[in-house]
């Protein structure tokens, strides 16, 4: 599954795009950060529709960023 790094969603079938290729880590799309974030669903089972509905993605960075509450500074 190739992302778009442009969106962070899924490449294929979303036209023509001139982001840069993205390379397989060997884990899924938004694995690590749902892991980071402590969205799992189970041991090895990230919350992938909690990421996508949540998180918005860093197009600079290429990865999906926690939303912050108003005067959280984590």
Known sequence: MARCL???LQRLGHGACRCPQDMWTGRWPGEAECAEFGWMLGP???DLNRLLT???WDPV???WTRPTAKGDTR
């Open 61 to 63: 960075a290429y990865r």
């Open 6 to 8: 442009a969106t962070g």
């Open 44 to 46: 090895g089972l990230p």
């Open 54 to 56: 949540t998180a918005t």
